[in-house]
Every structure is written in C-alpha cells, then in structure tokens.
C-alpha cells in the first residue's frame, strides 16, 4: 500500500500523468489531459468493473472529481491540489486523503470565477447523479464551441 501511495504521489507531482491509479505492482491507470475529460472517460470505462481497491491520484481534485472517484471505490485519494469541498466529500465516504495543496475551490481556467464542472455538482451529493450531471455540462459544453 505504501508504494502504491507512493507512486501515485511520484506520478502527480511530476506531471507523468494527471490521473493515475496504482496498487502494489505497480501503476494501472495513468492519463493527461485537461480537466475532468480523463477522469470522466476513466469512471464511464471503468464503472462497475472496476473490482479492486486501488490508490488514485488526480492533479486537480474537485468536489465532482471526488464524487466521481467514490465510483471507483478507492482506497485512498491523492491530489496535487485539493478544494475543502472534495475534502468534505471523502470525509463523508470514509476515504482517506492525502494533498500538497488545499485550495478554498476550484476555478474556471481563465481564473475569472468558478469551474463549471463544480457548479454543475454544487447541490449533488450522490456520486452517480454527478456522474450523469458532469456529461449533460460537458456536453453542452463541446457542443457550444463546436
């Protein structure tokens, strides 16, 4: 568990990838992008056959990132930088944190005010709910700029 841990913090911090799950032989997951992109893409691949415990890490962890993790029942949660929100999120679920940076909220990527994928999961609660949620805003989103 601790090299699994320990490579999911390596794997973040170096920016190798900006989502990962390890366990202890080693990575299982590990993607870049932007965003929530990869970890929504990630849980809609994975959901529901995702069987084991894993340590998952993500650069920038959110409430809808968090929520969306509990669909991948993790062992524990890394993020290079955490918002209060997800905190109170894995608090509640009983999943142990660990992050370099705890941030009052995520922003929107101009910095100008709040991320869209966190308004979207504002009043959610239900991992599931905020799964379907972020894919309505996504893909309004994509489809606004397309």
């Known amino acids: 568990m601790i090299l699994a841990q320990q490579l999911v913090q390596e794997t973040i911090r170096t920016r190798t990838a900006t989502l990962c799950a390890a366990d202890e032989t080693g990575l299982v997951v590990s993607i870049s992008g932007t965003g929530i ?47 209060v929100d997800a905190q109170a999120v894995l608090d509640r679920a009983r999943i142990p944190y660990t992050c370099d ?25 239900d991992p599931s709910a905020a799964l379907e949620a972020l894919k309505q805003v996504l893909g309004h989103m994509q489809s606004s700029t397309a």
């Not at 940076?101 to 609660?125: D, Y």
């Open 37 to 83: 992109q990869p970890l929504l893409t990630t849980v809609e691949r994975a959901h529901g056959t995702m069987r084991r415990e894993l340590e998952w890490g993500d650069w920038m962890v959110g409430k809808a990132a968090a929520l969306l993790l509990l669909l991948m029942h993790p062992r524990a949660v890394f993020g290079a930088f955490m918002s």
């Open 101 to 125: 940076h705890t941030i009052p909220s995520v922003l929107n990527r101009k910095g100008t005010g709040p991320c869209p994928m966190e308004v979207a999961v504002h009043r959610v609660e």
